[in-house]
C-alpha cells in the first residue's frame, strides 16, 4: 500500500463533510430546481414593489443548500463505509467496504467547473430507493479516484500494490465518426418521439391544435402533395437530429480501459464517458460474468452493434453501469467482446441451429397474427368498407421476412466454457456467459413447445437480467448443453445418462 | 445408443391436499372477474351481454376450476438429492428447474392463508439469480418441515459462496 493511499484512509477514517465547494453546486441547484417559483416571486414582488421577497426567494435556496451541507458527512472506518444526512430525519447509512461492488463517478457541468465529482457506492443491494443509495456526492476529482481505487482493492484483493500505469490499456476509444449510428438505435427512435411529443403538448398548450385546420393548410406556391412529404423528410431530419444529439450526450469521449492485473490479480474494467456530465465506471473482472451483443434491426442493417457486459451483482435496473460499447461498427465491438471474455471463440464461433420444429413454431408464431390481421382486413371491404383497409394485408409478408429472419437469429454453443445464445430479429441478441456463472437450468415448455420436442432452456445467472435463454432447443439436446456445462448435475435426473456424453451439437 | 437422453420427471408427489387448495384459489380467481361482468352489466348497466356470452364464460370459468387443478396435481413434483433440487411445476407451460446444492442460498417456508386451511406448507429455495428461485407448493406441512431442514444441512455441507 502506497503511502498517498494509507493517508487517504487516515483521513477518511473520521467523520468528515464533503468538500466545501459543494457549498456553490447545491444553491446553483436550488435554485435551478425552484427557478419557476423564484419567477413568480420576483415577478410579483417587482409588480408590488418589495425588494425584501426577492431576497427570500433566492435565500431560501441557499439556505437549503448551507443545511444539506452541514448535515451531511461520512467516514470510513474499520472496514466500514457510513454515510450521515438528513437534517429532521437523521440517516445513517452503513455498508461493509467489502461488499462494494462498483464505484461509480459522475460530474455534473457545474461539478466539472469546479473540479468536483459524485461518488456513487454500488453494492449490488437490491433495493432501488434514492434514500438507500450511498452518494459521496461532491468530493475532488482526486480524492475521488484515490477513494475509488482503495475501495475496490480492499474488496477484490488484499495485498495492495501500486496500479501499474504500464499495463492499462485502451480497449475502446470513441470516434466521432460512430454518430452515423445514432439514429438507427431503438433509444434514437424514442428520444425523438419524446422530442414530438413534448413539442406537440407545447403546441397544444398554446392552443394551435384548436386553431389548426388542416383544410386550410395553404403555403403560398406549394402544393399539398408536396408539402406533406416534405414535412415528413423534415420530421426525419429533426428524428435523427435529436438522436446524434442523445448520442453524442451520453457517449462523447467513450473509452473503455482494460486495469491490469498488476496488483494481485483483480483486473477491472474501467469505462468513462459522457459529453456534458462525465461518467466514470469501474468494474471488477472477475464480476463480468458475460456479455449481450445486441442488434436492433436498423443497427444491424447499417453493419453495426452494441455491448454490454452481464455483471454479477448488477441487476437489470443498474445496466447503465453495465455498457462496454455504444452503437459501433460490429467488427470493433466484436473485438471488444473478445477481449472482455478473454477468448475469442465465443464471439465467432458458428451457432447450431435448432431444427425444422423450432423454425415451424418461428413460421406459425409471426404468421398466425398476421393472418387474422389480413382477414381482419379482407371481411369489411369485401362488405363494402373502403379500400384502404387493404394495408392490413401488408402483415403476412413482413411477418414472413420476420420468420425467416428470427428463425436464422436462432442458434446456440458450448464453445470454450461459455454458452452463447442467439435470438431475435427486431433485436437480435447474442448472449455469451461464462460457464462458471450458471447458477441453475430453467427448462420450459408450454404444451404446443412439448408436442413439438421443444423446450426453453434458461441459464440462471446473477447478474444482468439474470437468465440467458436458449429458445425453442430440442428438448435432448438441452439436456446434452446442460449437462456438458454443468456436469454430475444432469445426469441423476435422466432416464439414460449414458447417453448425455455423445453426440452434443454445440 | 438407445434413444435420445430425456429427463424423467422428479421423483416426489405434492400432497394430494393441494388439489383442494388449489380449486379454492381458483374459484377465488374467478370470482372478482365474474363479480365485476355481473356488477357492470346488470346494476351499473356498462354494457350488456347476449346469453351465448354468459354461456361460454360459464363454460369457461367451470372448465378452469375443474380441471385445471388436477392437471396442476400431476405436473407438480420435486426432489431433492445430496447435490441439486429439482421441481417441476405448471400445468399448460411446464416448467422444471434444477438447481446444484452448493447455489441455494436461502430456504423459506411460507404457509399461506389458503395453505394453513389444508395444512399445507410452500417452500422456496431462492439462488443469487433471481430468475431461479425454486418453488415447491401444495406440500404436506410436516413433509416441508423436514425438507427445510434437509435442504438447510445439505446446503450448509457445501462449500462456496453461492454466487
Known amino acids: 500500500m502506497t503511502s498517498t493511499a494509507q493517508s487517504e484512509l487516515a483521513r477518511d477514517a473520521e467523520w468528515q463533510r464533503l468538500d466545501p465547494r459543494m457549498l456553490l453546486v447545491h444553491p446553483i441547484r436550488e435554485v435551478l430546481r425552484f427557478l419557476p417559483v423564484i419567477v413568480v416571486v420576483v415577478l410579483g414582488s417587482t409588480a408590488a414593489g418589495g425588494e425584501q421577497w426577492q431576497l427570500i426567494g433566492v435565500g431560501i435556496p441557499v439556505v437549503l443548500g448551507l443545511m444539506r451541507y452541514l448535515t451531511t458527512s461520512f467516514r470510513i472506518s474499520s472496514g466500514r463505509i457510513e454515510l450521515r444526512r438528513g437534517l429532521l430525519n437523521r440517516h445513517v447509512l452503513s455498508t461493509p467496504v467489502d461488499r462494494v461492488r462498483t464505484v461509480d463517478l459522475t460530474s455534473s457541468p457545474i461539478h466539472r467547473l469546479l473540479g468536483l465529482t459524485k461518488v456513487r457506492i454500488g453494492t449490488g443491494t437490491a433495493s432501488t430507493s434514492d434514500e438507500d443509495r450511498i452518494d459521496l456526492d461532491g468530493l475532488p476529482v482526486d480524492r475521488a479516484r484515490a477513494l475509488r481505487a482503495e475501495l475496490l482493492q480492499t474488496s477484490t484483493a488484499d495485498d495492495v500494490a501500486v496500479t501499474d500505469r504500464a499495463t492499462d490499456r485502451d480497449v475502446l476509444v470513441f470516434d466521432p465518426a460512430w454518430v452515423r449510428f445514432a439514429p438507427l438505435t431503438g433509444s434514437g427512435v424514442v428520444i425523438g418521439a419524446a422530442a414530438l411529443g413534448a413539442g406537440s403538448q407545447l403546441l397544444q398548450s398554446v392552443g394551435f391544435w384548436d386553431r389548426f385546420d388542416p383544410e386550410n393548410v395553404d403555403v403560398p406556391g406549394v402544393p399539398l402533395g408536396v408539402l406533406v412529404p416534405l414535412l415528413v423528410l423534415a420530421l426525419l431530419v429533426l428524428v435523427s437530429l435529436l438522436s446524434i444529439g442523445g448520442y453524442v450526450v451520453t457517449n462523447w469521449g467513450f473509452r473503455l480501459t482494460r486495469l491490469g492485473g498488476a496488483r494481485g490479480g483483480g483486473e477491472t474494467w ?3 464517458r459522457g459529453l456534458f456530465t462525465t461518467r466514470e465506471t469501474t468494474l471488477d473482472d472477475e464480476r463480468v460474468a458475460g456479455v449481450n451483443l445486441s442488434e436492433p434491426l436498423g443497427l444491424r442493417v447499417a453493419g453495426g452493434a452494441r455491448l454490454s457486459a452481464i455483471v454479477t451483482g448488477l441487476s437489470r435496473s443498474q445496466q447503465g453501469s453495465s455498457a462496454l460499447a455504444p452503437p459501433a461498427p460490429r467488427r470493433i465491438v466484436e473485438r471488444v467482446a473478445r477481449e472482455v471474455l478473454d477468448a475469442a471463440v465465443p464471439v465467432d464461433a458458428p451457432l447450431v441451429p435448432h431444427g425444422p420444429l423450432a423454425a415451424r413454431r418461428r413460421w406459425t408464431r409471426a404468421l398466425l397474427p398476421a393472418l387474422a390481421l389480413a382477414v381482419a382486413a379482407l371481411v369489411p371491404v369485401a362488405l363494402g368498407a373502403p379500400v384502404w383497409l387493404l394495408v392490413g394485408l401488408l402483415a403476412l409478408p413482413v411477418a414472413a421476412l420476420l420468420a425467416r429472419d428470427r428463425t436464422r437469429s436462432l442458434g446456440h454453443a458450448l464453445v470454450a466454457d461459455h454458452l452463447v445464445s442467439r435470438s431475435g430479429s427486431v433485436v437480435r441478441r447474442r448472449r455469451i456467459l461464462e460457464v462458471d456463472h450458471v447458477i441453475g437450468w430453467n427448462l420450459r415448455a408450454t404444451w404446443f413447445q412439448r408436442r413439438a420436442g421443444l423446450t426453453t432452456l434458461v441459464a440462471t445467472t446473477a447478474g444482468g437480467s439474470q437468465a440467458v435463454p436458449v429458445l425453442d432447443v430440442p428438448e435432448d439436446e438441452a439436456l446434452r448443453v446442460a449437462h456438458r456445462a454443468l456436469p454430475d448435475l444432469m445426469g441423476q435426473f435422466s432416464d439414460s445418462p449414458a447417453n448425455l456424453d455423445d453426440g452434443c451439437l454445440a | 445408443m438407445d434413444g435420445a437422453p ?10 394430494p391436499r393441494a388439489r383442494l387448495m388449489w380449486t379454492l384459489e381458483a374459484v377465488v380467481q374467478v370470482a372478482f372477474p365474474t363479480v365485476a361482468l355481473v356488477v357492470l352489466s346488470g346494476p351499473v348497466d356498462a354494457f350488456g351481454l347476449p346469453w ?32 441439486a433440487v429439482y421441481t417441476q411445476t405448471g ?17 423459506d417456508h411460507v404457509e399461506g392463508v389458503f395453505s394453513r386451511l389444508f395444512g399445507l406448507a410452500t417452500v422456496t429455495a431462492t439462488t443469487a439469480s433471481a430468475a431461479g428461485a425454486l418453488e415447491i407448493s401444495g406440500l404436506d406441512k410436516q413433509v416441508a418441515r423436514r425438507l427445510v431442514d434437509d435442504l438447510t444441512v445439505k446446503a450448509d455441507a457445501v462449500e462456496g459462496d453461492a454466487t
Open chain 1, 270 to 272: 474501467h469505462l468513462s
Open chain 2, 6 to 15: 430425456a429427463l424423467r420427471e422428479p421423483s416426489q408427489r405434492v400432497s
Open chain 2, 52 to 83: 351465448w356470452a354468459w354461456l361460454l364464460w360459464v363454460v369457461v370459468v367451470a372448465a378452469y376450476v375443474a380441471v385445471v387443478p388436477s392437471w396442476r396435481y400431476l405436473v407438480h413434483r420435486w426432489e431433492v438429492t445430496d447435490t
Open chain 2, 91 to 107: 400445468w399448460w407451460a411446464r416448467e422444471r428447474r434444477i438447481a446444484p446444492m452448493s447455489r441455494i442460498q436461502t430456504v
